[in-house]
């Protein structure tokens, strides 16, 4: 697994609405930081959600989200991703979510994304294109 870090995927401010009862970064928002990361580095390498190649797109099947320390207001943070695994028709994403301030990781976690074919409504293979191009990430 290599970390892409070269343009740290995405820098997110966290905002009131990101925080909980109890203060902090609640539960929900740690997937929407996930999301947007795995869409700038989509993004990156000139794919989206929707399309990776050959009337594919994907969607989530798995989601693994481990809190290290707490996020508070107004605390600015990044995300490194890293493709972890490939297979003939999903791939897995590693994160890292690190405060900016001090570099220490708050969360971190993985998901696993299957390709989909949307208008058939059904898995299907993950596009050569699209293979190749988070290899070499």
Do not use: C
Not at 43 to 61: C, K, P, V, Y
Not at 71 to 84: E, R, S
């Amino acid at each position: 697994m290599m970390w892409i870090s070269k343009n740290r995927i995405a820098h997110f401010e966290i905002r009131i609405g990101d925080i909980n009862y109890g203060g902090h970064l609640g539960n929900d928002k740690a997937l929407l930081l996930f999301q947007d990361a795995r869409i700038r580095f989509l993004e990156s390498i000139g794919f989206s959600e929707r399309h990776i190649g050959d009337q594919a797109g994907i969607i989530l099947t798995e989601a693994h989200v481990y809190f290290r320390r707490e996020v508070f207001l107004h605390d600015t943070l990044y995300a490194d991703i890293a493709v972890a695994k490939v297979g003939n028709s999903s791939f897995e994403l590693a994160y890292s979510v690190k405060r900016m301030v001090d570099e220490v990781e708050v969360l971190n976690g993985r998901t696993k994304q299957v390709a989909f074919d949307y208008e058939r409504k059904k898995v299907t293979r993950l596009p050569e294109d699209f293979i190749r191009a988070i290899r070499q990430q």
